[in-house]
């Protein structure tokens, strides 16, 4: 084989070795390989690079893929990777290597960390985000919350996930009023907030929803790869061009619950979500109502950000747990180039505009 | 609350009570309760109905989400019902309950079982399939397999979820071949089968993919609904206009290979995908490779095609492990309303065709 996509999985089994071989012509094949044809066998099938038993760990199976199998795709990137062994226990994908053939063909961020931070106007500093909530809001109560938080100096706001088309807040009705309250805020104090509404709609209305966001004066969009597909990354950025795409890990947990199954939570935050095409990757950040380990979380933000075939890096963007009195210790954990998703904490205490004051005090 | 979608969960805590108020908090506002405006709290919060402890095992959470929450959307349904929670290990989604008016909003099954068994013209008896594969063949290779299956009498030859639009055989130049052929098998031997091609194309180009699978006379397509959303199955149906829609569980494996988190998969490969609109619904079933149990693959075929608001049912597709010997165990299990997957069985001996004859004459 000449190029290949290098896999590594945490094996749990009693025979590794075996486990492995059976998980490296599953993801190609599929089929016995005395019954492959020849080319088949030649050009298409997965190889075992190594198997490293870890006493008292579970085993390390490096597979390499023939480049080819991914056929210059995400979606069949991620089939090739875990498709059919996701529904098998005992394998984790913790570890992936393209060529840089492939990682060119992958969309990737648009606007990467510099594309955002100059859309924010923000060089250097961290980035604080919020999401717009609750359900069940008027368009005006969250026209009102998004003029506060603005004004207050947050630099993204975007829409929580359980915002789509419920007839409280329209998507058609919601969007425009809270682009004009966020436009009015800049324009009052001389800011650059973006606002991010989340789009969810059916495959249909997808594109659709991205247009009407554009039009009415949406920075970007909030997309859920998991319910919508992890093609509607690239899709939406596309649709928006020149717009910010934030990745949602909604209904994405069934991955990295169990620690013997599943996807490593920096492959599938930080480095997929990255492929796929995510400015920036919202994950459960440590110390929050979550389970991610704080190594977990520096591992995503690591992965987000390394050096990886040129790809424009992506913001991390740990949610849950933020607040004032955090902000040192999360600001030095991460560093600057990562969005701090701020929940509840700015809607304590009722005054949302001051609290966005503080917490951007906090962090500068 | 009026009408309410009304979910369990099974839930593994200390305090029960407490951690399901806290999904059913989590998975509507997000939002601490007292933060909330009053009408949020009013119209749009979800509410425990009850808890049960049973003792050495989870409890049983049940929960009621006012119905608006789920925007008449698919793709926020499953936002309501999982979507934070699956970053959350403790909690397994066991049931759904919705009021007709949702379920009347939501796609479901265009051709639905009678319906693929007029395109198929089997009126009754048990169903088989099987896929083409491996990918790294050529067009011709697939073309020559498809003829001999298709001329064995199986009912629907589905392409492999491992083929997209690879170097070896891209889509534009195998599908015709393929369609070609099973054509020709049909003519030759006055026999119905039908042939999916698998359609994984980014989003961009998903409608583009089904367009050309219908014009070039598939007779409709395979979608992934883990990798490509939950979404592709309606849109595909939409744009075909009369093809079947064939849902394969490649990339969903992580909502059930754990028995404390996730959904169960009746719930899942069942009343989920069938809602989505799949016609037919792949799964691993028991006896094969993958981890189902007996109970749990019954279960799915039961959720695929009872009565739900009068909507389509669905037909269960077993996939793994059915051969000729075990046609008469697999038959009684799941009855003749069932797609029986075959895969490498029917290209062992050498001699598809006369497999495939043999399968078929086994389950008549």
Redesign the interface.
């Known amino acids: 084989m000449s190029e290949v996509i290098t896999a590594v999985y945490e094996v749990s089994a009693e025979d590794p070795a075996g486990r492995a071989a059976?998980v490296a012509v599953?993801?190609?094949?599929?089929?016995?390989t005395e019954?492959?044809?020849g080319?088949?066998?030649?050009?298409?099938?997965g190889h075992i690079r190594s198997v490293l038993r870890r006493p008292g760990l579970a085993a390390l199976a490096t597979v390499d893929y023939p480049v080819?199998?991914a056929?210059?795709?995400?979606?069949?990137l991620?089939?090739?990777l875990?498709?059919?062994?996701?529904?098998?226990?005992g394998v984790r994908l913790v570890d992936v290597t393209l060529p840089a053939r492939l990682a060119a063909a992958l969309p990737g961020p648009r606007l990467g960390i510099a594309g955002v931070r100059a859309l924010v106007g923000e060089p250097e500093g961290a980035l604080l985000a919020t999401?717009l909530?609750?359900?069940?809001?008027?368009p005006q109560?969250f026209a009102g919350l998004a003029y506060d938080i603005a004004a207050g100096g947050l630099h993204i706001l975007k829409e929580?996930?359980?915002l789509?088309?419920?007839?409280?807040a329209p998507f058609a009705e919601r969007v425009p009023r809270v682009a004009e309250a966020v436009r009015q805020a800049n324009e009052d104090t001389g800011g650059r907030s973006v606002y991010l509404p989340c789009v969810?709609?059916?495959?249909?209305g997808?594109s659709e929803q991205v247009r009407l966001a554009r039009r009415e004066g949406a920075h970007g969009v909030m997309v859920?790869?998991?319910?919508?597909?992890?093609?509607?990354l690239?899709?939406a950025a596309?649709v928006f061009d020149g717009g910010m795409v934030l990745a949602h890990?909604?209904?994405?947990?069934?991955?990295?619950?169990?620690p013997s199954?599943?996807?490593a939570p920096d492959v599938l935050f930080g480095t997929l979500l990255r492929l796929a095409g995510a400015d920036a990757t919202i994950f459960?950040g440590f110390g929050g109502?979550?389970?991610l380990s704080r190594e977990q979380c520096l591992a995503i933000a690591e992965a987000a950000r390394r050096p990886l075939h040129g790809i424009a890096p992506t913001l991390p963007a740990p949610g849950g747990g933020m607040s004032v009195d955090r902000a040192p210790e999360l600001l030095d954990a991460y560093g600057p180039d990562t969005v701090f998703l701020i929940?509840?904490d700015l809607?304590?205490g009722g005054n949302p505009r001051r609290a966005a004051e503080r917490l951007a005090a906090a962090t500068r």
């Not at 599953?26 to 016995?32: A, C, F, K, V, Y």
């Not at 875990?82 to 226990?89: A, M, P």
């Open positions: 059976q599953e993801q190609s094949h599929e089929l016995p019954l492959a044809p080319n088949a066998v030649r050009d298409s099938l080819d199998l056929g210059a795709e995400l979606g069949q991620l089939v090739l875990l498709g059919n062994v996701s529904l098998q226990d999401a909530k609750p359900v069940g809001m008027t109560q929580d996930q359980g789509a088309n419920q007839t409280w969810n709609g059916s495959a249909a997808f859920l790869p998991g319910v919508a597909g992890f093609g509607t690239a899709h596309e890990p909604s209904f994405l947990g069934g991955f990295t619950a169990s199954h599943g996807i459960p109502r979550f389970s929940g509840a809607q304590r």
